[in-house]
């Protein structure tokens, strides 16, 4: 079983509408989580940074962690074709002095989005 | 306003041969990191430098070497390529201190073929 598993889609949808990315995770040392956008041909772009279990929210985009279900969420309101990409999930766990994961990060799978006009 | 900076973008290799690929930051980041991303696995990472003068193995490290030159650049070796090692190769990088978890902020990636 991996530890982070994310719905991989492909997921279409009318420019507009709500959308709702999905994550869930084993490893309960987890306690970091992010939200990647991925162009294509490009890099992953951070989108979202979060810490505590609750929502956070960044103009269209809210990012919602919910650390009992070990399950995190991107819903991203009033869709645009430039929405269009693949968004992945990653998370890490509580860094320690003499530890060797400094600041390792475990990624979902992503999941492919397309907004059509 | 570079960020991290991959080179080259594309390159096509025999089996057997080798090569480096260079990554470069200016973001004054202590920490840097080299994934491979693959369909369907997601990006997983091979090798780190958690600060200047320090390398540890990722999670798929073998056939490849790394070296972090200076604080600003972290390359990337492959001794002898394997069609295996056919993928989009991400470096990445982290700022704050050692034990901070800021996240990464990442290259435009390498795509590499292996024949």
């Known amino acids: 079983q991996k530890e982070v598993e994310q719905d991989p889609g492909p997921l279409s949808v009318p420019e507009g509408a709500i959308v709702s990315l999905n994550c869930t995770y084993s490893n309960s040392a987890f306690q970091y989580f992010m939200w990647y956008r991925q162009y294509s041909r490009k890099g992953p772009e951070l989108l979202m940074y979060?810490?505590?279990?609750g929502n956070k929210e960044d103009g269209r985009f809210t990012a919602q962690v919910d650390k009992s279900s070990k399950y995190i969420s991107l819903f991203i309101r009033d869709s645009q074709p430039s929405d269009s990409a693949t968004y992945l999930c990653a998370m890490s766990g509580t860094l320690r002095a003499g530890g060797t994961s400094y600041g390792k990060l475990t990624f979902g799978q992503g999941t492919i989005l397309t907004v059509h006009p | 306003n570079a960020g991290v900076t991959q080179t080259p973008k594309f390159q096509v290799l025999k089996t057997g041969q080798s090569m480096t690929l260079q990554c470069a930051q200016d973001m004054n980041h202590n920490s840097m990191y080299w994934y491979r991303q693959d369909p369907g696995m997601g990006l997983r990472l091979i090798y780190y430098s958690a600060s200047e003068g320090t390398t540890d193995k990722g999670e798929v490290p073998n056939g490849y070497n790394v070296s972090r030159l200076n604080k600003r650049e972290f390359s990337l070796r492959l001794e002898s390529a394997a069609p295996s090692q056919t993928s989009v190769y991400f470096c990445a990088s982290r700022g704050g201190p050692t034990y901070s978890n800021q996240p990464q902020h990442f290259g435009d990636g390498t795509r590499l073929s292996i024949l």
């Open positions: 979060t810490y505590s279990s």
